[in-house]
């Protein structure tokens, strides 16, 4: 059993900076990577970030330049530096971990951009 909690949600005006972070625990055996989806309402989950365990990353181009994501591999945590921020970026922001025994999800944390 794998539980990921995410933490670090709220209201933030245009243009602002948010952190996101994710925690994974449990029976871990094998970390592969870690990443970071978002759900807007009415719209499909969007992938937003992955980093590996080799510490490899990839940004959606949505996202690319204003997020960065970052681990902390001895607390299976890994982060979501969010700058720049803009009210389409408005949505449940969900972390995704991925382990040799397949994905778990968290329950997301609501981020919204508005002035």
């Known amino acids: 059993q794998v539980q990921v909690v995410e933490s670090g949600g709220g209201l933030v005006q245009p243009g602002g900076s948010l952190s996101l972070s994710c925690a994974a625990s449990g029976s871990i055996s094998r970390l592969a990577g870690m990443r970071w989806y978002r759900q807007a309402p009415g719209k499909q989950r969007e992938f937003l970030a992955i980093i590996t365990s080799g510490g490899t990353t990839n940004y959606a181009d949505s996202v690319k330049g204003r997020f960065t994501i970052s681990r902390d591999s001895a607390k299976n945590m890994v982060l979501l530096q969010m700058n720049s921020l803009k009210p389409e970026d408005t949505a449940v922001y969900y972390c995704?971990?991925?382990?040799?025994?397949?994905?778990?999800w968290g329950q997301g944390t609501q981020v919204t951009v508005s002035s």
């Open positions: 995704n971990v991925i382990t040799n025994a397949g994905q778990y």
